[in-house]
């Protein structure tokens, strides 16, 4: 009677131990796939910051290639504008659009120079999927004559 007695614990013991690997399995897989969810969640968001960044460089670019006189003509740059992540894709599905904002303003500091520089501000505001606002913004200096004083 012994032998039955031994076979009945390690069946119960069997059991249990069954019961808590389904456990931990269960644990880590939830963890795993929490993991994988936040890593999906990043990659997207730097995606919208990479777009974000390059819609900002364009309008620098844009803005860098004015003369003088076409940046101080009242409404030759426009004011806003709007950007979708992908413009190829069909409409309705080309995902976030980005709404910005350009303006050129007087440098702000009382120098000898304050007239041949113009502050460039634009700010960039968006709509995560999940509904978060996000915004970037960028400020630089425009001068008259370049970094260097030749005419093209």
């Known amino acids: 009677m012994r032998i039955r007695l031994a076979e009945r614990t390690l ?3 069997a059991l249990f131990e069954v019961i808590m690997s389904v456990f931990t399995i269960a644990i880590i897989g939830s963890a ?13 968001l730097v995606r919208e910051n990479q777009r974000a ?3 900002i460089l364009e309008k620098v670019e844009t803005v860098r290639l004015y003369s003088w006189d076409q940046l101080l003509t009242p409404g030759f740059v426009p004011a806003t504008f709007t950007e979708v992540y992908d413009p190829q894709a069909e ?9 910005g904002t350009l303006s050129i303003t007087n440098f702000p500091n ?28 960028l400020a630089t200096l425009v001068a008259k004559d370049g970094i260097q004083n030749y005419v093209y």
């Open 11 to 13: 069946c119960g013991a």
């Open 32 to 44: 795993l796939m929490g993991s994988f969810t936040y890593g999906f969640h990043v990659m997207r």
């Open 53 to 55: 960044t390059q819609i």
């Open 91 to 99: 409409p309705g599905h080309q995902g976030i659009t980005y709404n």
């Open 110 to 137: 009382a120098t000898s120079y304050q007239n041949d520089l113009r502050q460039l501000v634009i700010t960039l505001n968006w709509t995560t999927t999940g509904n978060m606002q996000r915004t970037r913004k």
